[in-house]
């Protein structure tokens, strides 16, 4: 399409391509149903390559720039840059939301697919990679992020069954 297109056009064109494929994504991302981007999604469960997050602190140093990266927060959204509520409500909807954002940022990716066909080389290469490197950090994060609240999360349930058990347990020894 854009291969015999002079530097300026082809600028033009993947900057409106890329604008319009990431509102479009956006729009989606928000009308998709909530279960979409439920955690228990084969999508969205950990590969055993992930060690748990560890590979993306071991190999990707993400602890380093992860906090270092813009963060959107959506009208009424709440922030992520931190836990504000240690409730298992707030953490699975942190998790739905990590999930969200990096189906979010991987379909973004895509952008880089019709990049690369429609452009002549080294274009298609420059503006695949830049489109790579504007969505790919920002999935990695929300995987991450997803590993480090499930492990919260795991512990805030134990947490509130051993409660529970030792409620049960006063109970039956104030009533003999």
Known sequence: MLKNANPLSILFWNIALAAC???VVFIA???LPRNFF???RKRYQPFRWE?????YRDHLKIQLWKDKVPQFIAKDGFSKSHISSLSLKYLNEFIMETCRGEWMHLA??????VVLLINPFPANVIFAILILLG?????IIQRYNRFRLDTVRRKLIRDMQHASQVTEQEKVTVST
Request: glycine share 12%.
């Open 21 to 23: 494929w990431h509102v």
């Open 29 to 31: 991302c928000v009308r």
């Open 38 to 40: 439920d955690s228990g």
């Open 51 to 55: 060690k748990g997050g560890r590979w």
């Open 108 to 113: 973004n990716c895509l952008c880089a697919v």
């Open 135 to 139: 969505n790919l950090p920002f999935a």
